[in-house]
């Protein structure tokens, strides 16, 4: 609902009523006259009453009642807004408190129309206290339509009141004269994927021309000395001569998401595609999605992957969603595969339709586009935490980000204080690539890529998982590409098969600072081998706050290792049974435990017996 000017308000029939308002009468030569009018009015004939009131009115300069009346004829007549709202705006100067519902309710759509969102919300309270009180079924008759209005003016108003600064930029070397849309750069920042329209030549015809056709065509810049490249144009398998849209990838730049078009039986059908890169044959290979994902009758287009591939979201127009084009998303499930989409729910979809999600590096901060929540016209931007939808609906990212028109995607910087999106500043005839400054209170976590090296003891590379709480991280070759979040304290868990977990824990401010190792050495499972237990004790021997994080972890490693059997051993036999218990909590069997304090003990630890 937006600038819902006077072509909503009901053509009521109004008793022909006087309306003695704010003391001011119509002097007694001129009733019988303003009676006259009235009749007419009633008998429909409005342009004769117009002009007996008219009459009056002009005699009459101070009284707020034919000024009502001619504001009520004018809706009437043709439904002149012009009169409408000359003489309501009258009618309200002479009389603010006039005792009649509908002034009020036309002076709040006047100012609603003129964006006077504050005195719009007056005007329809004025309304509201009156028409509580009246059994005047012309009154009371633009009830509903007087709610729907003060709604939406109690929300305009509110948001005028919240604007946020807002300077977008281009993003130097990726914007040219071209037009570039739907960007994503990568976790790292090094790297910039969008599409371009450029000019694109076809062999000559028959005709001996050559013809040219503007076409989209999928690009990738790279980070360069201080800014990004102007870009190049994806090699095969991309840009085959099919549209494509938006890509995702996973942080470590390996696996890439993205929608391509082609024509099935005079369909054209928007699937979901997966690529990866191999280091070994430096290209891609592309497959299309499998597992219920892509449907041969229904659109599945810009995905959205978290950083550590676990999660992929997408828009869909597919049955069983809330109607019109939705939000859905699938997990990866420990074989690989995929599993089913599954359905946002009512707390992001609506009727209507939401497109171009993007989910955060922190992997629960979700940014997306709708039609359906209340908004300022057409396509807003609005973002949910999806670790807690439970009675909530998502948040209006607010003027002057959104406007009137349908917004284009929108994505925001890992670490969480910069957006992007593809749009058009005055001073250009092209579309951009534009980033500014989001404000704080829709920031989302602030994240940080970090590169871990897992080896073992030899520094031979492992195959290895990371585990943190914002997911979990995966590398073949002993590299694994993470996300850390530089807001919250967290707990690092490196593992590999036959080796004794790392557990280290993080701090926000050393994630902030960079100070984060580098590399892991894992330990082989064998008797006698030593692992650190980073925590601490307060007094008395009690746990410190960063144990449960620690012990909950080994504890979880320690159930899908059944055979393994560790001691816990401490400088304090105190400090050592405290953590003994703990795990002991956490459905560990007593006989996979032991517990020692020793004065030779420097730091707790865990051993393998």
Known sequence: MRRLAFLLALMVPLAATCQWGCGVK???????????????????????????????????????????WLGMMAVKNGFNTVGIRRYFTKCIELCPQYPNALAHFYM??????????????????????????????????????????????????????????FDPHRLQGVSTKDNETLPYITADGRRCFF??????????????????????????????????????????PFNRGVPEGSVSLTADGCTLYYSRIENVNGY??????????????????????????????SWESQPSVTPDGSVLYFASNRKGGQ???????????????WSRPENLGPSVNTM??????????????????????????????YFSDMEDLSGSHPTNLGLPINTEDNEVSFSVMAEGTQAYFSGRISSSRSTDILMFDLYPAARPEPMRFHTLTVTDTLGHPLKAVASTRNGVWRGDKGQLSLMLSSKYDDVLVATADSMLPSIICLKAADV??????????????????????????????????????????????????????????CKKITEAKS????????????????????????TPQLKVL
């Not at 109607?323 to 595969?337: A, E, F």
């Open 195 to 236: 599409l371009r329209q450029t000019l694109v030549k076809h062999p000559p015809t028959f005709y001996d021309r050559v013809l040219e056709e503007k076409q989209w065509r999928l690009y990738c810049s790279d980070w360069k000395d201080s800014a990004f490249t102007r870009g190049v144009e994806l090699p095969a």
């Open 268 to 297: 054209a059908n928007s699937d979901l595609y997966c690529a990866c890169w191999s280091d070994a044959n430096h290209r891609w290979t592309v497959e299309k999605l499998g597992n219920g994902i892509n449907g041969d009758r």
């Open 26 to 68: 119509v002097k007694a030569g001129d009733k019988n006259a303003f009676s006259q009018a009235l009749a007419n009015f009633e008998n429909h004939h409005y342009q004769e009453a117009s002009q007996q009131m008219r009459h009056v009115a002009q005699r009459n300069p101070k009284a707020a009642d034919p000024q009502f």
């Open 352 to 381: 209507g339709n939401e497109k171009f999600p993007f989910i955060h590096a922190d992997g629960h901060t979700l940014y997306f586009l709708s039609d359906g929540w209340q908004g300022f016209g057409g396509y807003d931007i």
């Open 579 to 602: 953590v003994y218990d703990y795990m002991i909590k956490k459905k560990l069997r007593a006989e996979r435990l032991s517990y020692r304090g020793g004065t030779d003990i420097e």
């Open 323 to 337: 109607g019109g084009i939705d939000l859905w998303r699938c997990r990866r499930l420990k074989n690989g595969d």
């Open 512 to 569: 902030r600072k960079g100070k984060i190792p580098g590399g892991i050495a894992l330990c082989p499972v064998v008797p006698g081998t030593v692992s650190p237990l980073p925590i601490s004790f307060l007094a008395g021997s009690r746990l410190g706050p960063e144990a449960s994080q620690v012990l909950d972890a080994w504890a979880a490693w320690l159930i899908e290792h059944p055979r393994v059997h560790v001691g816990i051993e």
């Open 108 to 165: 709040g759509m006047i100012l609603y129309t003129d964006e006077r969102y504050d005195d719009a919300t007056t005007e329809l309270e004025n309304y509201f206290k009156i028409a509580n009180k009246t059994d005047d079924a012309t009154q009371t008759a633009v009830y509903d339509e007087a709610s729907a209005y003060l709604h939406w003016s109690q929300f305009l108003a509110e948001a005028n009141l919240n604007r946020t600064p």
